[in-house]
């Protein structure tokens, strides 16, 4: 099974500042690289999909990039909504697709 | 509403069995892959099986192979995991999250709220 690797596993922000995630594959996965968000209790939310593709109605300071073994999950301009844990997950090679180990983003 | 409604979770015995089920609403359930996912209380994210929108073909993780089986029943637009042969390490929120696909492009547009299964004795 292909490994995600995710850093870091956590950070402290403060609303208004930009955060970037990245996310690394044990070997190459094209594009296709998913990113959630999951606040506490909660399920988790579809953000990007095919590594830079918005889902809609996810707000646009969200963005994501990469291809290969390495991408970034990079929120322009940090909301109090968005302090949650995000998990990246590659869908090249499945059974078993696979998830990162998660970030959880923290408010300073 | 498009919706996902887990039931079925609870504290089980290892070695026992439990069935999960997932409602769905607001789209059309029978033109979907669908899938289960499961949480570890304070871990990760685990992928755990996958049905095609007919249920001609189905997929599991290693780890639960030859002790879970997913089915769905278009006509209830329901999905359900039967777990056998619990283990302690079974112990997670399950989640059912609907596939982008009828045949599986395998990430998850969207998710239910999941359901507690907890294996002790």
């Known amino acids: 099974a292909i490994r995600m690797t995710q850093s870091p596993s956590s950070l402290s922000a403060s609303t208004g500042d930009r955060v970037t995630i990245t996310c690394r594959a044990s070997q190459g996965i094209s594009s296709y690289l998913a990113w959630y968000q999951q606040k506490p209790g909660k399920a988790p939310k579809l953000l990007i999909y095919?590594?830079?593709t918005l889902q809609s109605g996810v707000p646009s300071r969200f963005s994501g990039s990469g291809s290969g073994t390495d991408f970034t999950l990079t929120i322009s301009c940090l909301q109090s909504e968005d302090f949650a844990t995000y998990y990246c997950?590659?869908?090249?090679?499945?059974?078993?697709?696979?998830f990162g180990g998660g970030t959880k983003v923290e408010i300073k | 509403q498009v919706q996902l409604v887990e039931s079925g979770g609870g504290v089980v015995q290892p070695g026992g069995s439990l069935r999960l089920s997932c409602a769905a609403s607001g789209f059309t359930f029978s033109s979907y892959g669908m899938h289960w996912v499961r949480q570890a209380p304070g871990k990760g994210l685990e992928w755990v099986a996958f049905i095609r929108y007919d249920g001609s073909n189905k997929y599991y993780a290693d780890s639960v192979k030859g002790r879970f089986t997913i089915s769905r029943d278009n006509s209830k637009n329901t999905l359900y995991l039967q777990m056998n042969s619990l283990r302690a390490e079974d112990t997670a929120v399950y989640y059912c999250?609907?596939?982008?696909?009828?045949?599986?492009?395998?990430?998850?547009?969207?998710w239910g709220r999941g359901t507690l299964v907890t294996v002790s004795s």
């Open positions: 095919a590594a830079s």
């Open positions: 997950q590659q869908y090249y090679s499945y059974p078993p697709v696979t």
């Open positions: 999250a609907k596939d982008e696909t009828a045949l599986g492009y395998w990430y998850f547009d969207l």
